[in-house]
């Protein structure tokens, strides 16, 4: 979704506006543009499509002054186009705005014809209201105080005067803000990523919350205009764990980190000479665990199919319904739940708008809500009962992969650890499953080999009418996140399905010219996938399979074959993911897709 950025300091805006922008790119956007401070005038330069279109025009761009706002966007009111673009700007009120305001029309109709829009957004309009209450005010948070209650929707907006020249004013309800401070600045933005170079200390706002910037020192007010003292969060990611370290792409540097990311994952819930898992205590909820009788898994996207991954475990080894619901199906359904059930709502990001939603909803049904986060401090971390992260370090492609095998980590301890409290396990099987677990990333370190068989099958895959990937139960759920990763990269057509579902309609679509990618380890239910695999490649379809090591008669059925190293079987979804997001950035690459930056799509999707 659409970056923000503002600065008040003594550095260069433009530069400094610029870097932050770079940095936020992956959030996905389709124009860009900044309004900086020039004798005493906020001079506002905008560029259509890719950051670097903007930074051209900004070349011979010089600004005088020490304050400057820049954003980048992602059209939801009206086309991408330069005129779209933020800033807006209205009677010397320039702003930027991530978000939807949802009585947009409404508030048009209220300002009459008089007032004349530039542009197709929802943004300008705030612009207009503001630059009208101005004129009264003559106060820049007075203006913005008079503003906020008649905006309905979810937004984060940064204003700046031309009559205020060493003021920022910034609010939001719903898509996150943060406020930083470094020696004699201030820096304003949507995510900690813009700001890290320059500080690690930031504050949060909350929905409904204001920062009153003014020379290098700000304020934070809540919507009556009362001042609040919030709480100083210190970041422990680095600047440099957001750069791409010599790799051609964030996500392919991300898909060689997952056995670091997995490892840091289990690393705080494990106790390594014991094999035993101590995560329940550390979800802060321990004690609403015991009496539970079914927990609701939430979440969107991958992070829904790592949420199924978790349901087979904790069903098989700790016994317990385990229900797993798409975040926007859910807020909608009328869901009915028992006192007795635990949800638990997984998202990379934490500011996933239906997600969020959920959680709002949940906690209104007075339903304890277990997060399972990796960015910290991120809203529904912060307004979570309980809390698990991740722990993969910044994300920066949209395609989510280390946050996805962090996530099966960490679900897989949370099933060992319900079934150990319930007395469904042994502290034999513990010790199995810890050990499992533990092996899992250098076995990971060995199935990155297989980079260099997808760079190179690549240029063959790309051609295939489209994918099927298959497998049956924990392995269900990893062809799901096959599919999606090709969809969403190569914008191939890709699905996922239930192997034993393929004799129910799939079948049809089987022939010379579609890959079926068949995820068959040696677990209980390799016979059954083996006769799935069988009935694909009698109807002629190409088998790219992916099974353990040392199964000939896999190898000697498929086109192409994978060898995995031997695991347990709930072990099994960590190494396969590796395999199916290099399938899926290789095929990408080879079409000449921008891999980190998906057409359409954004890393923290904040609207509905
Ligand atoms: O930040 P979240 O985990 O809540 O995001 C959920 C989905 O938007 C996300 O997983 C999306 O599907 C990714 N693009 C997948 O690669």
Redesign the pocket.
Known sequence: MCGIVGYYGPENPKDVILGGLKSLEYRGYDSAGVAILNHGEFKRVRAEGKLSTLQKKLEHEAFDGHLGIGHTRWATHGAPVEKNAHPHTVRGISLVHNGIIENYLELKEELGPQAQFTSDTDSELVAHLIAGEIESTHDLLASVLRVLPRLQGAYSILVVSKDHPDEMVAFKNGPPLIVGSAKGAVLVASDVQAILPYTKKVVYLNDLEIAHIKGESFEIYDSRGQALKKVVTTIDWTAEQAQKEGYEHFMLKEIFEQPRAVARALAPHVDVAKHTTNILENTGLAERFHGIDRIAII?????FYAGQVGAYLIEKLAGITVTTDIASEFRYRDPVLSKNTLAVL???????AD?LAVLRQLKRLDVPVLSLCNVKNSTIDRESDGHLYMNAGPEVG???TK?FTSTLAVLHLVAVGIARSRGRLSALDEERYIRALLAAPAQMETVLACDKFFSEAATTLKSYRGFLYMGRGVNYPIALEGA??LK?LAYMHAEGYAAGEMKHGPLALIDARMAVVMLAPSDGLYEKTLSNLEEAKARGGVIISIGTFGNEKLRDLSAHYLALPRAEWSVNPLLEAIPLQLLAYHVAHALGHDVDQPRN?A???TVE
């Open positions: 979440a969107c996207g991958t992070s997984i998202s990379q990001s934490g500011e996933t997600t949209v395609a989510s946050a999606l990763k969403e799509l890393k923290s999707v």
